[in-house]
């Protein structure tokens, strides 16, 4: 990735001062994205900024218009389902979309570097990194090896489910995603202060994986994306293994 706007070494609040493109507020930047993801539901998606042309053009800097905390499912390819392409999207992926220093760094970045003005948490239906929590949770017994790291980052969403009443395991994605929301934001002052600002948004969505489409389930300021509940998605969607 590029430092642009720095001189090098630890990034800096510095803001890119390229803040040309449409899409630099927060609002808009979640537009682009929902209609990208509706190309792509439509199955008309229009590949944008994926030529050799932009390809050359970006290659001097980037600047972004979203940051996708998202889970590392191959399912859930960021560029594919939102139908952007080189230097839209700063992508952070991990199983379980869980959020350690690396990826809150990795977000810090984003925002006060490039001055990316949306951050969004991309979680799914039937999200095995939840499954796994949940069976740990379940049984008493820890994975081996790093898988376990993944699992315990998940736990605190679990035992919020069980506090709530839900059980199913789309009900306690939903719930993870909303929970990795409020961690970004309450691990990283940097990333809150933008926010409190006016300058970032964060919106936490859910993907169902048969539909492709997506569905907000938390956002911080209140009220940026209208959250839904599981029971106002399209009940003919397939379901999904
Ligand atoms: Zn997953």
Redesign the pocket.
């Known amino acids: 990735m590029s430092h642009t706007g720095s001189s090098g070494g630890q990034p800096g609040p510095q803001r890119t001062t390229d803040r040309s493109t449409a899409l630099s507020e927060p609002a808009r930047a979640y537009a682009e994205l929902v209609a990208g993801n509706r190309r792509f539901v439509d199955g008309a998606p229009r590949h944008p900024n994926q030529d050799a042309g932009h390809r050359a053009a970006v290659a001097d800097g980037q600047h972004p218009f979203a940051v996708i905390v998202g889970?590392?499912?191959s399912r859930?390819a960021a560029e594919i389902i939102f139908d952007r392409g080189l230097g839209d999207l700063f992508v952070v992926r991990t199983?379980?979309?869980t959020a350690g220093p690396e990826v809150l760094g990795s977000v810090e970045y984003a925002v006060t570097v490039l001055g990316t003005p949306l951050v969004v948490v991309l979680?799914?239906d039937?999200?095995?990194?939840?499954q796994a929590a949940r069976e740990s949770a379940a049984t008493g017994t820890a994975p081996s090896g790093h898988l376990r790291a993944v699992v315990d980052a998940v736990l605190p969403s679990l035992r919020r489910a069980v506090s709530e009443g839900v059980d199913d395991i789309d009900g306690i994605v939903d719930i993870h995603i909303a929970q990795t929301v409020e961690t970004l934001l309450g691990q990283s002052p940097v990333l809150a202060d933008e926010v409190a600002r006016g300058r970032c948004a964060v919106v936490g969505v859910s993907y169902r994986l048969a539909a492709g489409a997506v569905r907000p389930v938390a956002a911080v300021p209140a009220g940026f994306a209208t959250v839904e509940t599981p029971a106002s998605t399209d009940p003919a969607a397939p379901a999904t293994v």
């Open positions: 889970c590392s499912d859930l199983a379980g979309h979680g799914h039937s999200c095995g990194a939840v």
